[in-house]
């Protein structure tokens, strides 16, 4: 007979097959929930969430030494002013690295500004601001860090928006430490938009991004140091010829998105840097 019972542990196996994800890599395999209010839809999606008590994270469970990391975001809709999502590779502490997207939220109707940064040292300084070619609330899109021996690509779905090299050889900082990748969402009304003035409008609370993606994709890097020569290998497809520069349709199209859609470059802010940092010249 075809009891009751038979029919609960037929629906618990095609649960369970649902929630793996091709490939392996589900969330509590690689991540750690570490802050706030984040609701497991399966272990293919999260949904960090903010509301006036708090905001809320994700971490690797490793630490990296290079990688490519790609995770797929569906950024809160409607109003956001002051919510800022965040996703980002950092060493943590005082004399951090770290690698960012940060999305600074808008007032309805106004177009997201993604920013991006690099430390090496506890110093960034080093931003740079672009729109996006869509709406980043409507859909998931693959936000894409990839951080080898010599350089760091920022991408946007296929697209490279920004490229910071290793000019190490030419007194450059370049991240160097073992890194963590994080997720975020929080309360950045102080800075995040229109510089600060656009405060968070509470009454769309609690604000929620969702998250997608989370395979293991770098080398592992948990003690204390980095193994250069490990973390450098071409045995990381990460690592081999065609990721130590831009192919050629890479480049077209990196040209094209930072004439039309780069709205801030800290390289061309004279107010704040009358003399460019070196790396300026060095990344054209
Ligand atoms: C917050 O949003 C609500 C709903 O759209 C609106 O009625 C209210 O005026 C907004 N508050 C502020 C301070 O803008
Ligand atoms: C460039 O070409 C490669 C190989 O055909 C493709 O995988 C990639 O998506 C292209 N990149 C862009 C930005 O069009």
Redesign the pocket.
Known sequence: MFSILDFVLVLLVIATVDASVPGGGGFDENYVVTWGNVLKLNQGEVQLSMDKSAGSAFESKHKFGSGFFQMRIKLPPK?TAGVVTAFYLTSKGDTHDEVDFEFLGNR?GKPIQIQTNVFNNGQGNREQKFVLWFDPSTDFHTYGILWNPYQIVFYVDKIPIRIFKNNKKYGVGYPSKPMTVIASLWNGEGWATDGGKA?I????APFKANFQSFSDSGCHADGGNINAEACGSTTYYWNTIQYSRLSANETTAFKNVRAKYMKYDYCSDKRRFPVPPTECRLNQ
Request: aromatic share 28%; hydrophobic share 15%; proline share 0%.
């Open positions: 109003d309805d405060k409008n509470w009454s769309y």
